[in-house]
């Protein structure tokens, strides 16, 4: 069955940086778009980014265009989500989920809080 | 950017009854780029309904999704005890890919 493991959240001051990863099982990873998607505390949810199958497309929210790189390894079935410039706002649950037009399957999230 | 409003906020009803959900679109929005998901508190969101009146994978038949243009609506025939949740709507048919603020339907 498909599955996605998030992780690599934590808290980190303003400015500082951090590295998520999502164990991907359960389905040929290389085939699928991947994305990214935060919920801040009691908010609702918002789209972070999203990376293409080959990882030669890849969107971001102009929330964080600059400040987060997504990136894949289709040899270990793994997607990233490199942050840095952390803010404040950026205080949220991020979850990753697999790209089927719609996103189909998410993992658990993993909470980011950023504070000093 | 398209901007997706639910409506209402908070729906209260009982078990049995059914759940009328509201998201409008500030664009038009292909009912084939349109999807519904349910979270429940603690949880991931799930994916209930894609592109055009699709379930997904375990979804059951009490849950439907209609509309076209720039308005469309989830229905759930009878509430269950489980279905009390929040409801998101999302289009995909365009960058970037937004989320509704969510309906919560909590039991009266």
């Known amino acids: 069955q498909v599955q996605l493991a998030d992780s690599g959240g934590g808290l980190v001051k303003p400015g500082g940086s951090l590295r998520l990863s999502c164990a991907a099982s359960?389905?040929?990873?290389?085939?699928?778009?991947m994305s990214w998607i935060r919920q801040a505390p009691g908010k609702g949810l918002e789209w972070v980014s999203y990376?293409?199958?080959?990882?030669?497309?890849?969107y971001y929210a102009d929330s964080v265009k600059g400040r987060f790189t997504i990136s894949r390894d289709n040899a270990q079935n793994s997607l990233y989500l490199q942050m840095n410039s952390l803010r404040a706002e950026d205080t949220a649950v991020y979850y990753c989920?697999?790209?089927?037009?719609?996103?189909?399957?998410w993992g658990q999230g993993t909470l980011v809080t950023v504070s000093s | 950017e398209i901007v997706l409003t639910q409506s209402p906020g908070t729906l209260s009803l009982s078990p049995g009854e059914r759940a009328t959900l509201s998201c409008r679109a500030s664009q038009s929005v292909s009912s084939s780029y349109l999807a519904w998901y349910q979270q429940k508190p603690g949880q991931a969101p799930r994916l209930l309904i894609y592109g055009a009146s699709n379930r997904a994978t375990g979804i059951p038949d009490r849950f439907s999704d209609s509309g076209s243009g720039s308005d469309f609506t989830l229905t759930i025939s009878r509430l269950e005890p489980e279905d009390f949740a929040v409801y998101y709507c999302?289009?995909?048919?365009?960058?970037?890919?937004?989320f509704g603020q969510g309906t919560k339907v909590e039991i009266k």
């Open positions: 990376i293409s199958s080959s990882g030669s497309t890849i």
């Open positions: 999302q289009q995909y048919g365009s960058s970037p890919r937004t």
């Open positions: 989920a697999r790209l089927n037009g719609a996103f189909d399957y």
């Open positions: 359960g389905f040929t990873f290389s085939d699928y778009y």
